[in-house]
C-alpha cells in the first residue's frame, strides 16, 4: 500500500520534487526496476563515487552518461519516482554518497585489525586508526621505512608486485619489536583509480606464542619418552641378564661372584626407583598436586640422614660436611627437601670420579640458611649454567655414570621456589660445580618463640 506522500504524486520525504522532465525512465508505482542493472555494478558505482572523496562528478564519466546512471542507481535503490531536476537529484545523490561513504570510513575506523592503502610508489595513502597506533601515522611515507625501518625496498618480502596484477596473497610477518601480524593484501583502485594494495594487520604474537609452546611441550614429551623408555630399558636389561646368570643350574657361582652379582642388581633397581620416583615428582609437581606441607625442620639432621643413605648408594665416593654451629629451623616440608639433597648428590656423584670428596656446607645468611653441594667432577659450561635446570636438558658434558633424564634438576629448582628460595649454580670446567639453595629460616627460630 503506497504512503499518503506517493498516493498523492508527491517525493519521499528527504527526496528533491518531482518536476516531470525524464520520460526516459517510466517506472510504474509498482516500482519496476531496470532490466540488467545488478547489484555488483550498483555496489561498484556507490564505492567508486564514495571513494573519489569529491562531487560525484569526480568519477570518469560523460555528464549526460552519469546522469542516466545515478538515475537508474536511484531507481534501482530507492523505488519509483516520476522525475526531477537533474541538478537537484544530483545534489541529492551526492549526499546519499557521502553519507554512505562516511558510514564506511566509520567502519574502517573502528576496526580492530590496522589497515593501510599502499600505492605504486609503495607511499602509504591512508591508515586507520588501528594502524596509525601499532605503526605511529606514516601517511605520506614510504612503506618500507615506515614499518620496516629499511632503507630500500624491501623485495625478499614485500608482496605488493604480485598484489598490483592482481593476486590476493596472504603472509605472516614478525617486525624488530617481536610483535608478529598476519597480513592479507588485496588489490584495491584509489580515487585518482591509481592501482594500490589494500592491505589489513592483524597481530597474532600471542597465538604465534602460542603455537611455539605447543611445539616446545610437543618436543618435550618426545624427549621424555626417548629418555625414559632408554633408562628404563638399560637398568631392565642388566637385572634380566644378571638374574638369567644365577639361575643357570650348570654354572656354579662363587660366594664372591655371586655377591657382585646381586650388587649390581641393587644398584639398577636404585636406578630404576630414582627415575620412577623423578618422573612421579615432577608430573606431582606440573599438576601443582605436589605442594609443600611446611613444618619447623632441622637442615642438619636432614642432611646428615640423606648423606648417610647416599653412602651406601655410593660406595666409591667420600662424603664429607662442614656445617655451621646451631643452624637456626627452616620452615620446609622434610621430604621434599631431603628429594632436593638427593637429587643434587646424585648429580655430583654422576659427574666427578669415584674417590673424589662430595661435599655439603650450611651456614646462616641474614635470615637465611645456605646450603651447598660441591664436587670435584667435570664441571659446567658458562653457557650451559642458567640451562642445567631445564627440563629434560643434559649438558655436553659426558656423566660418570649411566642414567640420567634431565628432570633431577628442574625438580629441585621448582621445589625450592615453592618454598620461597632460589637455586643456582657455579661451577669451572675441569674443577668441579657447587650447587647452592636458599631457604628462609623459621621465624620462630629468629625470635626464639614457640610456633
Known amino acids: 500500500m503506497l504512503s499518503d506522500s506517493r498516493a498523492r504524486g508527491q517525493a519521499p520525504v528527504g527526496m528533491p520534487p518531482c518536476s516531470g522532465r525524464i520520460p526516459a525512465f517510466p517506472i510504474s508505482e509498482r516500482g519496476s526496476h531496470l532490466p540488467g542493472l545488478s547489484w555488483p555494478v550498483v555496489a561498484a558505482l556507490t564505492v567508486c563515487a564514495v571513494l573519489s572523496g569529491d562531487t560525484i562528478q569526480a568519477l ?54 590496522g589497515v593501510a592503502l599502499i600505492g605504486l610508489d609503495r607511499k602509504i595513502r591512508f591508515m586507520n586508526p588501528s594502524m596509525v597506533k601499532q605503526f605511529t601515522d606514516g601517511t605520506g611515507l614510504y612503506c ?17 608486485p604480485r598484489v598490483l596484477q592482481g593476486a590476493t596473497e596472504r603472509w605472516e610477518y614478525t617486525f624488530a619489536d617481536g610483535q608478529t601480524y598476519e597480513v592479507i593484501g588485496a588489490p584495491f583502485a584509489d580515487a585518482d583509480q591509481g592501482p594500490c594494495m589494500l592491505a589489513t594487520f592483524r597481530n597474532v604474537t600471542q597465538r604465534k606464542q602460542l603455537e611455539l609452546e605447543l611445539i616446545k611441550l610437543d618436543r618435550l614429551k618426545s624427549d621424555l619418552l ?4 632408554h633408562e628404563l630399558r638399560s637398568p631392565l636389561t642388566s637385572v634380566k641378564g644378571i638374574i638369567s646368570s644365577l639361575l643357570q643350574e650348570d654354572i656354579h ?4 661372584t655371586r655377591k657382585m652379582l646381586l650388587i649390581g642388581i641393587s644398584e639398577e633397581t636404585d636406578r630404576l626407583a630414582s627415575l620412577v620416583t623423578n618422573l612421579l615428582n615432577m608430573s606431582k609437581l606440573e599438576a601443582g598436586v605436589w605442594r609443600p606441607e611446611k613444618d619447623r625442620c632441622n637442615l642438619s639432621e636432614m642432611i646428615a640422614e640423606t648423606i648417610e643413605r647416599q653412602k ?40 666427578s670420579d669415584e674417590g673424589t670428596k662430595i661435599v655439603v656446607r650450611a651456614r646462616r645468611t ?9 664436587d670435584l667432577g667435570v664441571g659446567i659450561a658458562p653457557e650451559e649454567l642458567e640451562k642445567v ?30 618454598h620461597g628460595g632460589r637455586i643456582w649454580a657455579e661451577s669451572e670446567l675441569g674443577h668441579g660445580s657447587t650447587f647452592y639453595f636458599i631457604l628462609p629460616a623459621s621465624q620462630a627460630s629468629e625470635t626464639g618463640t614457640e610456633v
Request: proline residues 3%.
Open 312 to 351: 651406601w648408594v655410593y660406595k666409591n665416593h667420600v662424603f664429607e660436611t662442614e656445617l655451621e654451629a646451631d643452624l637456626p629451623e627452616v620452615a620446609a616440608d622434610s621430604n621434599q627437601i631431603k628429594q632436593v639433597l638427593v637429587n643434587l648428590l646424585e648429580n655430583a656423584a654422576a659427574y
Open 60 to 113: 570518469d564519466f560523460h555528464g549526460a552518461t552519469f546522469s542516466l546512471m545515478l538515475l537508474a542507481l536511484l531507481g534501482t535503490t530507492l523505488g519509483p519516482f516520476a522525475g526531477g531536476n537533474e541538478s537537484e537529484w544530483a545534489r541529492y545523490l551526492e549526499r546519499v554518497l557521502r553519507a554512505e561513504r562516511d558510514r564506511l570510513v566509520g567502519m574502517l575506523n573502528a576496526m580492530e585489525e
Open 366 to 374: 641474614d635470615g637465611e640458611v645456605e646450603v651447598s653441594v660441591s
Open 226 to 229: 626417548s629418555n625414559v623408555s
Open 389 to 418: 635446570f631445564n627440563k629434560f636438558y643434559r649438558g655436553a658434558q659426558k656423566r660418570r655414570r649411566p642414567g640420567g633424564t634431565g628432570l633431577g634438576l628442574a625438580i629441585c629448582q621448582s621445589i625450592i621456589t615453592a
Open 253 to 256: 657361582w662363587d660366594d664372591e
Open 144 to 160: 618500507y621505512q615506515h614499518l620496516h625501518h629499511f632503507d630500500e625496498p624491501c623485495s625478499d618480502i614485500c608482496k605488493l
